[in-house]
């Protein structure tokens, strides 16, 4: 296993409502993030507030910001007659390295399919952005033993046509579904036993040893108590916090938990 920067993703969703809201929030990120670098902190706002990088790139370079820049989702045509879309090569443009792909709530309320997602994932590849590839199942397929089943197919749907060269360039977020938002946070031992499913998956369609380096990281009710379970578990390389992150202080914990834990 290669040590390297714990990766944090805060997924802001469809928050904060307003731009003084989120101006307001990002001020109090800024005071927080400055001296963690042992961590590669991504920040996932909704698309309408990414210009606000953009264009304060003199006062503020995008460079010298303690942190990268993603979207929460993308299209898969870089440009066209597709009303209401966001294109790969428009979210590069703007200084994203980053887009979160097949999240549960888009498969749950706008029908993404992983047959759409596997198509979004080639297309933020081949426009230079990682995508973090949402993988996760629901209570009832918990219920019924079919976690691996899921994840393996939506796993195999979203890398489909993924080349050798390009598999690293992606991460893979396990987040099951009933751990989101609700509070009920899955067990650490679960958590590992399906980074270890996810690449044994990688090793199955590549090799082994880009299942050791592909980067894979737990989302679900991340809080700053739980972070740590998670933080030290040698086959995740980090978090995808969806509340916790629009809570500042908490935000700022769980930072200097992975900073600790991290390398650079
Ligand atoms: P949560 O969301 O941390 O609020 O559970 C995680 C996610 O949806 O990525």
Redesign the pocket.
């Known amino acids: 296993m290669v040590f390297m920067k714990k990766i944090i993703v805060a ?1 802001w ?1 469809c928050n904060p409502p307003t731009y003084k809201k989120f101006k307001q929030l990002f001020a109090q990120l800024q005071k927080k993030v400055r001296n963690f670098k042992k961590v590669e902190l991504v920040i996932c706002p909704p698309f309408v507030y990414l210009p606000f990088f953009f264009f304060s790139r003199s006062s503020f370079p995008t460079q010298h910001l303690p942190f990268k820049l993603g979207a929460q989702n993308c299209f898969w045509e870089e440009e066209g007659p597709f009303t209401g879309e966001i294109s790969p090569k428009m979210l590069k443009d703007l200084g994203c390295s980053y887009v979160i792909l097949g ?1 549960s ?1 888009r498969r749950e309320f706008l029908g993404e399919k992983d047959k759409e997602i596997g198509k979004k994932l080639k297309a933020s590849l081949e426009n230079k952005l990682r995508p973090i590839l949402c993988v996760g199942e629901t209570e009832e397929e918990r219920k019924k033993g079919r976690i691996f089943k899921v994840v393996e197919r939506q796993l195999l749907a979203g890398i489909k046509k993924v080349k050798k060269q390009e598999i690293e360039k992606v991460i893979i977020a396990y ?1 099951p579904i009933w ?3 609700t509070g009920i946070s899955c067990s650490s031992n679960e958590v590992l036993t399906a980074a270890l499913v996810i690449r044994k998956i990688i090793a199955k369609k590549f090799n082994q040893k880009i299942a050791c380096q592909i980067q894979v990281l737990y ?4 809080k700053e108590k739980n972070a740590p379970d998670y933080l030290t578990q040698p086959h995740l390389n980090g978090l ?5 992150s629009l809570k500042i202080e908490e935000f700022g914990q769980i930072l200097k938990i992975a900073s600790n834990l991290g390398n650079n």
């Open positions: 997924n969703k999240h709530e987040e751990a989101i938002g989302g679900g009710s991340v995808l916090v969806g509340g916790a």
